[in-house]
Structures are given as C-alpha cells and as structure tokens.
C-alpha cells in the first residue's frame, strides 16, 4: 500500500511564502505523476500542480501559475510545493497525489493520497 505523507502546512499572513513537502514510502513515486491538490472547506477538491519523474512536464491551475512551483527530488522521494504571494483564497487542505497522467488535472485520475496538511492565509 502506497503511503504518501505531507508536511509543512501553517499560517501565514498574505503575501508570505510556504514550502509543502511529500514523502512517499517504499520508492512509490517511481516513474509516476506526482501532484498536489487542495480542498477548502465546502467546495471540491481541486487540481493545483502536478510534474512528470522527470520535470519535463510540469501542469499548473491558472490560479496558482506564477506563484506556486512544484519540484521533487526522486533520490529521496520527495516532492515539494513552493508557494509564494500567498492570498486568503488559498486556504485549504493541502493532498499530495500520485497518478499516470501527465496532463490530467481530475483527481479521479490520481490513486494514491496522502491526508493533507493545512494551509491558512490570513488578510
């Protein structure tokens, strides 16, 4: 069973700066899609940022591009989740996911998530 746990959650005031971490157990992130999503409270959960094993595709929700940077070291299995100039509508329950698609942006096509970590701005 895959286990993907995320760390680095908090508050923060707006314009500040966070870095989400994921780890995954047992190598298994591999070769696959890794991705982050989020859920605030009362609404869907929504696609935020995924990259291929290699970084050579790198998808981002309209919202986010330009301030948040997804990254992920495969010798450690670990990916990461730069966000910057953060903003109240950020808040949310952060998911770290794996999937196969590379371009994908549904979190039905992600199989395996961690229990997320939260992330509030403050105005």
């Known amino acids: 069973q895959v286990q993907l746990i995320e760390s680095g959650g908090g508050l923060v005031q707006a314009g500040g700066s966070l870095r989400l971490s994921c780890t995954a157990s047992?190598?298994?992130?591999?070769?696959?899609?890794a991705a982050w999503f989020r859920q605030a409270p009362g609404k869907e959960r929504e696609f935020v940022a995924s990259s291929t094993w290699t970084g050579g595709i790198l998808n981002y929700a309209d919202s986010v591009k330009g301030r948040f940077t997804i990254s992920r070291d495969n010798t450690k299995n670990m990916v990461y989740l730069q966000m910057n100039s953060l903003k109240p509508e950020d808040t949310a329950l952060y998911y770290c996911?794996?999937?196969?698609?590379?371009?994908?942006?549904?979190?039905?096509?992600?199989?395996?998530w961690g229990q997320g970590t939260q992330v509030t701005v403050s105005s």
């Open positions: 996911a794996r999937g196969w698609s590379a371009t994908s942006q549904r979190p039905a096509d992600f199989g395996s």
């Open positions: 047992e190598g298994a992130f591999g070769a696959a899609v």
